[in-house]
């Protein structure tokens, strides 16, 4: 009965989901709108990663909105910010973009994924300006003491990848400063770099494993508190 806080269950390799529990999953760009609308094992959500924004994206969003509309279980992501692609697609075009999701998922109600690489800093000036009333979850954090006070100051829930174990992350420090009520876990599946592990189910246990080791709290308590905890994305 765990919680993926964030996958791409439709790209491959195929993550192989068992019933039973709760897996949000993404899309990169509107090619995976379909495949996720048409997967009742997961909760999708819908959006263009900045990486994969083309010069018709406010078409694409456009459909979306209708898309929305008729699928009130779907959330938007992922979106956001990444500084490698600002020579492609500007920091205001991507600022632009995350915008225009950010009304979506405010015009009906839904909760959001953010993606954000070397641009955390203007990723909290944004949402500092947006005072979002929604659920808002950062995937796959791994930046400074700093940045997290602030999403926690802005109310954000803050998903882990499996990342945080090889170092680069104070793990338990990060662990501490996280709120019990704004903790997530991810793997990011199938972009979980590899750690040994090859399988979608065994990254999954090991990252839980690993983190009830971390907190001093047992497999069970933690995978029923990030259950209730990614509940609040099921729109
Ligand atoms: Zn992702």
New binding site residues.
């Given amino acids: 009965m765990v919680c993926d806080a ?1 996958l ?1 269950s439709s790209h491959l390799p195929l993550a192989d989901i068992s019933s039973g529990g709760l897996f949000l999953s ?1 899309s ?1 760009s509107s090619a995976d709108w379909a495949p996720l609308l048409n997967d009742p094992r997961i909760i999708p959500f819908l959006g263009i ?1 900045p990486e994969c924004l083309k010069d018709d994206w406010e078409l694409e969003l456009e459909e979306l909105d209708r898309i929305l509309k008729e699928n009130p279980a779907a959330g938007l992501g ?1 979106c956001g910010l990444d500084r490698r692609f600002y020579k492609l697609i500007s920091r205001e075009e991507q600022e632009r973009a995350l915008k225009a999701h950010f009304d979506l998922a405010k015009k009906y109600s839904r909760s959001i994924v953010l ?1 954000q690489v070397q641009a955390s800093g203007a990723l909290a000036d944004f949402i500092s300006g947006e005072k979002p009333e929604i659920p808002v979850l950062i ?2 954090f791994s930046g400074s003491r700093e940045i997290l006070k602030r999403y926690i100051q802005l109310d954000l829930f803050i998903s882990l990848g499996p990342g945080v174990h090889s170092g680069g992350v104070e793990l338990a420090e990060t662990l501490k400063l996280i709120p019990d009520n704004r903790l997530l876990l991810e793997t ?1 599946w199938p ?1 979980t770099a590899g750690r040994g592990s090859t399988s979608y189910k065994e990254i999954l246990n090991q990252h839980y494993e690993e983190i009830s080791r971390a907190m001093g709290v047992d497999f069970k308590t933690l995978a029923w508190r990030i259950r209730e905890n990614g509940a609040v994305f099921t729109n």
């Fill in positions: 964030h791409h993404c990169s990663h992922e993606h995937h796959g990011d972009y």
